[in-house]
């Protein structure tokens, strides 16, 4: 999979020259080029599946033949050693981490504050949020 910077469309690496860089030379985030979907069944059975699997599941299309998938799982293994829950939210299952962006209809999200749909009200703060 290409990845490019946000600052500039047109500067595309792979996925290896992605992490061993970091930032774009013009200091810009990579991005994969496409987003992968998962297949219907997978979502409808996330409950039934290991941690392990799930990451490997969501992080293979991202990394492609880069790494290996026996290396994949190992660095999985060694690296996933806390659980974690998926939560049904609108139909749709997550992971419940506050590194995900909830999906918003405020436009004061993207300020800094929770959105209503979400039940917490006003600015983030660690006393209020559900991840912490």
């Not at 992605?18 to 409950?47: H, N, S």
């Not at 139909?91 to 929770?114: D, E, H, I, Q, V």
């Amino acid at each position: 999979m290409q990845y490019y910077s946000l600052q500039n469309p047109q500067h595309k690496v792979s996925f290896r020259e992605a992490v061993i860089r970091g930032l774009a030379p013009d200091k810009g985030l990579y991005f994969p080029m496409e987003i992968p979907r998962l297949e219907k069944d997978f979502i409808e059975r996330l409950e039934e599946y290991d941690p392990q699997y799930i990451a490997r599941k969501v992080m293979q299309p991202f990394i492609g033949a880069v790494i290996p998938v026996q290396a994949l799982t190992q660095i999985i293994r060694e690296t996933l050693t806390f659980p974690f829950r998926c939560a049904k939210w609108k139909k749709t299952y997550m992971p419940w981490n506050c590194s995900m962006a909830l999906p918003s209809r405020s436009k004061t999200w993207a300020r800094g504050s929770w959105p209503a749909a979400s039940g917490i009200s006003g600015r983030m703060k660690k006393s209020r949020s559900p991840c912490w």
